[in-house]
């Protein structure tokens, strides 16, 4: 979904349009070819290629289940392509959208931190908005963090003042839109956020400089049905995973 909105919108930028019913297209010829990829093991070794928990384990995905990613990702593009946000990117000038790159990184207090935001323009006041998309429920705590994370990174980035960007959260699956004001308390309160998760996985590490951990610092749990629905079950508990084709 993320892909094909993306190209949605590189297309407009160079006045190419697409509709809805393509968009789809495009969505699902994705959908499938990164399933066929799945199920050939083709993520064993291409780190570019799409790999389902469910075809590692030699788990079923039934035709229902297979529907319904579909359903969802139909649903998706149906509100983003009738969104408000949607309109008003395409009524922006070109030259006011803000450069994102698919994958970019800013330094905190010697950290890096790696950041993907979805989209960003320069509204007319000259302040930053700053868009992500998300398919999951609204309201998660961490989407609040990203956004923190998004603000840092355009002063990094661009030199903005995060007090002059404005985060959008934009739930596509429910359609709806949560706007995130990056005040100080804010901005205070995310930075003590990420120095706390920064800190506890410090902690983890017997050389923290080197970022070197040890596997017996790691304990496993003891709880089986946690491990049977764990992507890396085959890492530490192999007794639960068949063997990979």
């Known amino acids: 979904m993320h892909q094909v909105v993306a190209d949605t919108l590189n297309r407009h930028r160079y006045d190419a349009k697409i509709d809805l019913d ?13 399933f066929k990829q799945s199920r050939a093991g083709e993520y064993r070794h291409n780190k570019q290629a799409v790999g389902l928990c469910e075809h590692e384990y030699q788990e079923e995905v039934t035709d229902k289940e297979w529907e319904g990613i579909r ?10 392509f009738d969104s408000r946000v949607f309109n008003y990117i395409r009524e922006t000038k070109i ?9 970019d990184s800013f330094e905190f207090e010697t950290m890096k931190i790696y950041v993907a935001p979805d989209f960003a323009i320069r509204n007319h006041r000259g302040n930053a908005i700053l868009m992500d998309w ?29 007090a002059r960007a ?16 990056l005040d100080q308390e804010t901005l205070d309160e995310g930075q003590n956020q990420m120095r706390g998760s920064i800190q506890a996985m410090k902690e983890l590490l017997w050389d ?3 970022n070197h951990g040890r596997e017996e610092d790691f304990p496993r749990t003891e709880n089986l049905g946690m491990c049977r629905r764990c992507n890396f079950r085959r890492v530490c508990r192999p007794e639960l995973a068949a063997p990979p084709e």
């Open 22 to 34: 393509e968009a789809k297209q495009d969505a699902l010829l994705l959908l499938r070819e990164g």
């Open 134 to 162: 998300k398919t999951g429920r609204v309201g998660d705590q961490g989407d609040i963090l990203q956004i923190v994370c998004y603000g840092l990174y355009a002063k990094a980035k661009w030199g903005m003042d995060p």
């Open 71 to 80: 359903d969802r990702i139909f649903r998706c593009l149906d509100n983003f």
């Open 208 to 210: 923290p400089v080197e």
């Open 166 to 181: 404005i985060g959008e959260l934009h739930y596509l699956l429910a359609g709806d839109t949560r706007q995130v004001s």
């Open 95 to 103: 030259e006011n959208w803000l450069p994102v790159d698919a994958m």
